[in-house]
Nanobody, 121 residues
Framework: QVQLVESGGGIAQPGGSLTLSCAAS????????MGWVRQAPGKDVEWVSR??????????YYIDSVKGRFTISRDNSKNSLYLQMNSLKPEDTAMYFC????????????RGRGTQVTVSS
């Protein structure tokens, strides 16, 4: 059974930083591209970032609004996924979910329970 457990969310001031982590179990982590999706109140869920199966020199994707500010990475030896978030903006406020690609966007069984990120002064 797929288990994805996020941590690292919290409250940050505009311009601040947070690092999200995701511990994966119940499936062969190295077989799957992984990513982070987020959902803000009243808005649809969206892919924030995705990374290929390799943990070095892997293809990555970022939504335009986070390019240059967020960095996705993974450590296959630890079955873990990360999202380093710098220069945070109030519009980054959302629930962030670790997700298997591609199903995690719409299938709640392919993502974790989420961690809340709030950016506010």
């Amino acid at each position: 059974q797929v288990q994805l457990v996020e941590s690292g969310g919290g409250i940050a001031q505009p311009g601040g930083s947070l690092t999200l982590s995701c511990a994966a179990s119940g499936f062969t982590f190295t077989f799957y591209s992984m990513g982070w999706v987020r959902q803000a109140p009243g808005k649809d869920v969206e892919w924030v970032s995705r990374i290929g199966t390799a943990d070095s020199n892997s293809d990555t994707y970022y939504i335009d609004s986070v390019k240059g500010r967020f960095t996705i990475s993974r450590d296959n030896s630890k079955n873990s996924l990360y999202l380093q978030m710098n220069s945070l903006k109030p519009e980054d406020t959302a629930m962030y979910f670790c997700a298997k690609v591609p199903d995690g966007l719409r299938d709640v069984k392919s993502r974790g329970r989420g961690t809340q990120v709030t950016v506010s002064s």
